[in-house]
């Protein structure tokens, strides 16, 4: 069974994903690029487009509504990711008020003319993450698979949920089957799998892949666990945490070497926040972790996160 990474928007940079990588995942995703950001000159936007070395095959995921900005986003993508990806699924307010993520969903047709933009300005593969429908009134997933066909898309990702059930609720397993028997080209399954028992699931549908979202945030290691039959190991714990910051604090060199001119924070600042969000999570469910997530707001310093790191060995 083949398992990857789900595009998480704050979440899967470069470290992040290296980890998962290490972890099993047979593809990774970039967080969503904002491509009228990019065609913008926005010189964050692009830090999202780094990588580290050793990722293994990396997409990069862009989000617009303008055939111009999707064009210029795909022409400057570098051709060490192994694909690019069309966000038409994000349902957050940021995104689907210019028209973008799962906007889109409303208008398939739209889909076809970002898709070719995109392929007429890349020599790399393009693909299509979309969810079944806007709603359980609506099931179009079989005109966005038709769009994405006829632009020419490799693959195709359904999040087999309506935009409506934002991130949660019944994961649409008979529709995703249904799709797959349609489809001329690859499909993957993504929602709701967080073991092998959810994975193997989604699997008997005909998935080419599965997709992983949540679940590997604090068990980059699970999809090892899924594709071996096991149970997941849960959360990475202290281990885990400290290759996490290294693979950051390695990739923030990079992020200064390459960006000579822009501000990228000092090893403290930049650990700090970009461990906030990473670093509870590879304690969940072990003792003190209640203790820890108190301690985490306060976390400014590298020093810091040594010492909660250490704390747990
Ligand atoms: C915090 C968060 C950020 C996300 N960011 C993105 C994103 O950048 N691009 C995207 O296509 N989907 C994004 N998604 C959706 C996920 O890729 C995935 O479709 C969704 O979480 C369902 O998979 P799961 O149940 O395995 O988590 C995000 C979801 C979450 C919870």
């Known amino acids: 069974m083949k398992v990857v990474l789900a595009p998480l928007a704050g979440f899967t940079d470069a470290p992040f994903r290296r980890l998962c990588r290490e972890g099993g995942a047979d593809k990774t995703y970039t967080e969503m690029v904002s491509a009228a950001g990019l065609a913008h ?10 990588m580290l070395p050793d990722e293994g095959p990396v997409s990069c995921q862009i989000f617009g509504s303008k055939e111009s900005d999707v ?10 990711f192994c694909e690019i990806n069309l966000n038409a699924g994000c349902p957050m307010t940021k995104v689907t008020r210019e028209g973008a993520g799962a906007k889109l969903i409303d208008d398939p047709e739209k889909i076809y003319r970002l898709l070719k933009a995109m392929s007429e300005n890349t020599s790399l ?8 429908g806007p709603n ?24 087999a949920r309506y935009t409506s059930q934002m991130h949660g609720g019944e994961v649409h397993l008979d529709t995703l089957a249904e799709l797959v028997s349609r489809a001329s080209i690859p499909v993957i399954g993504n929602g709701g799998v967080k073991d092998f028992k959810s994975a193997l699931e989604m699997a008997k549908t005909g998935v080419a ?14 999809f090892s666990a899924i594709k071996e039959g096991r149970k997941a190991d849960g959360a990475g714990g202290a281990l885990m945490c400290e290759k996490h910051l290294s693979l950051l604090l390695q990739f923030r060199d990079i992020l200064a070497e390459r960006f000579p001119n822009d501000h ?3 090893p403290d600042a930049f650990a700090s926040v ?5 670093l509870f999570r590879y304690f969940s469910g072990l003792p003190g972790a209640a203790k820890l997530r108190a301690r985490l707001n306060m976390v400014r310093k590298l020093s810091e996160i040594y010492d909660i790191i250490h704390s747990y060995v």
Do not use: Q, Y
């Not at 000159?41 to 780094?50: D, K, Q, V, W, Y």
């Not at 079989?142 to 898309?153: I, M, S």
């Not at 970009?274 to 990473?278: A, S």
């Open 41 to 50: 000159g926005s010189s964050p936007t692009r830090h999202l487009m780094e």
């Open 71 to 80: 064009a210029f986003a795909s022409s400057v993508v570098s051709d060490a």
């Open 125 to 132: 593969p393009i693909t299509l993450k979309t969810r079944i």
């Open 136 to 159: 359980p009134g609506r099931t179009n997933a079989f005109e966005l698979l038709d769009a994405a066909e006829k632009a020419g898309a490799k693959e195709i990702i359904f999040h």
């Open 209 to 222: 892949a599965v997709m992983v979202g949540r679940a590997a945030l604090g068990d980059p290691f699970i």
């Open 264 to 266: 990228v924070s000092s």
């Open 274 to 278: 970009k461990m906030h969000t990473h």
